[in-house]
Structures are given as C-alpha cells and as structure tokens.
C-alpha cells in the first residue's frame, strides 16, 4: 500500500509543480506594428494607459485604485507610503517569416517614498488563461483581415 500512496505522489508531484505558462501567441500573415496596434487599442479601451511602446515592446498600465484588492496590495506588497499600486501588462513582439509572436505578462508596480520600485510578478492561473483569451482573440481577429482580399482591407468593394 505505500509504494501505490508513493507512486501516486511521485505522479501527480510534477503535474501540481506546473507553473501558468505566460501567454503567447504566433499570428500568421501578420506584421508586428498591426499586432502592437491591436494590443494598443486594447489596452486604451479598457482603460490602461500606453506606459512605453517600442517596436518590440508595449507596456500597458492600470491603476488599482481604491478598491479593496488596491488595500490588499498595500498591506502585503508594498509600504505605506508607496504610490498606488499599478497593474503593468508586458507584451512583447517578434517577426520572422510573415509571421508574429507576441508574449504577455503583468506584474504590480509601485514605488516607496525612497524612489525604490516594487515590482510583483502575477502568475496565477485564471490570469494567465485571461491573458491566452485576450491574444488567441488578437490572433484570429488579425488572421482574419490577413486572409480577406486586398480590396476588402482596404475598404473598396466592387459595384452590384
């Protein structure tokens, strides 16, 4: 009986240890600066704040607030008299062969009275598998537009 309660827990032992696998994406047919445009608009009509945007990287930021996970935050990550806490999404972009890669992750930042900067990775599931749904959702809605013919990207149709 306890080489099976063994096995098991051998088993199951690196299933648990798994850590979320930061989203990412490969978008065929695509160029980098529509995939930043995308992740760009997303942010803005969510209400981030585009904090840097280069050809590789855009990092998007959203306050907490006063909400109640804004107090957690304060309590458990950050001193006192830190800043409030922003949630910061990393994407980060490569092109290669008519194709796009693009990789996201958040983390909380804020900065103590000193000028130091606090910054606390966020890797729990259910936001890791939001962040998938946000890109798989960029993904199809830019394949889409990369497998329309040219004229009706840009709008022109022919007349009935």
């Given at each position: 009986m306890k080489r099976i309660v063994l096995a098991v827990s051998i088993a199951v032992a690196p299933l648990s240890a798994l850590a979320a696998q930061a989203p990412q994406v490969t978008i065929e047919?695509?160029?980098t600066e529509d995939a930043r445009f995308e992740v760009a608009q997303r942010c803005t009509s969510t209400g981030?704040?585009?904090?840097?945007?280069?050809p590789h990287q855009l990092i998007?930021?959203?306050?907490?607030?006063?909400?109640?996970?804004?107090?957690l935050v304060r309590l458990l990550a950050a001193s006192p008299s830190s800043t409030d806490p922003h949630m910061k999404l990393r994407y980060s972009f490569a092109e290669s062969?008519?194709?796009?890669?693009?990789?996201?992750?958040?983390y909380l930042e804020s900065q103590a009275?000193?000028?130091?900067?606090d910054r606390t990775p966020?890797?729990?599931?259910?936001l890791m598998a939001q962040g998938q749904q946000?890109?798989?959702?960029?993904k199809a809605k830019l394949e889409r537009r990369a497998a329309a013919?040219?004229?009706?990207?840009?709008g022109l149709r022919r007349p009935n």
């Open positions: 047919g695509a160029k981030g704040v585009i904090e840097e945007n280069t998007c930021s959203k306050p907490l607030g006063d909400s109640a996970r804004a107090e062969g008519g194709r796009v890669l693009i990789s996201a992750d958040a009275a000193g000028g130091r900067v966020l890797t729990n599931d259910k946000v890109l798989d959702g960029i013919p040219a004229k009706e990207r840009a």
